[in-house]
């Protein structure tokens, strides 16, 4: 079994984690979490919906809960599960999140997930040996990056710790760093372009409520 790896000597929940702005969320965010769900015999993936991105801009950023509410319509009917826990966790940093979702979650084993594109500027990341070292990181390949990630310094310093798919499923939770490159066919959509095509798509959203399924927390539309 491919991911017996995992699971052998404890019953954990296997979940991959991706986090960004989604803004907004799109069928490639879904597309890709699929994809890595099979690859990796994941049980499920968290969304992690953030609040800010100190890497992006706040110009042009629509409020956390329209981007969280359009990520739970892309998450319907999927093992996906689309959250802002990071407010209620008052984290800023992605090395700070995963700490604490650690000691959330105890009985769960995670994975990090991420595009080649960040793979790029990860080393821009704070702490971003720290993330390395809390768990596993698979990197979807994505069209116009690969290069940049493969020569990115955090590349040359990951390498070493290079897995194919079927050794990191079977061995990355005994050891962290480990880390696999997944490739599929590609998906060019993207949040920006989309933006572009629609610049006011957060009012589609509405202003009801909608709950976080890790929080059980109301969320209200319309506010930040």
Known sequence: MAGAGFRAGASLTLTG???????PAH??????SLFALDALTLDEVWWLVSPGNVLKPAQGMAPLPARLASAQAQ???APIRATAIERELGTLYTVDTLRALKRR???RHFVWLMGADNLA???RWKNWRQIARAMPIAVIARPGYDAPALASPA????RR??????QFVSGAKQAAPALTILRFDPDTRSASAIRAAVPDWSASFGTASLRDPLTHRAVNRGKT
Request: positive net charge; proline residues 6%; hydrophobic residues 30%.
């Open 161 to 166: 710790w290079r897995q194919r798919p079927g």
């Open 17 to 23: 984690l991706l986090g960004g702005s989604f803004n």
């Open 27 to 32: 069928g490639g965010h879904r597309r890709i």
């Open 105 to 107: 979650y105890p009985k």
């Open 155 to 158: 590349m040359a310093w990951l």
């Open 75 to 77: 998450t319907r009917r």
């Open 121 to 123: 500027q990860f080393h």
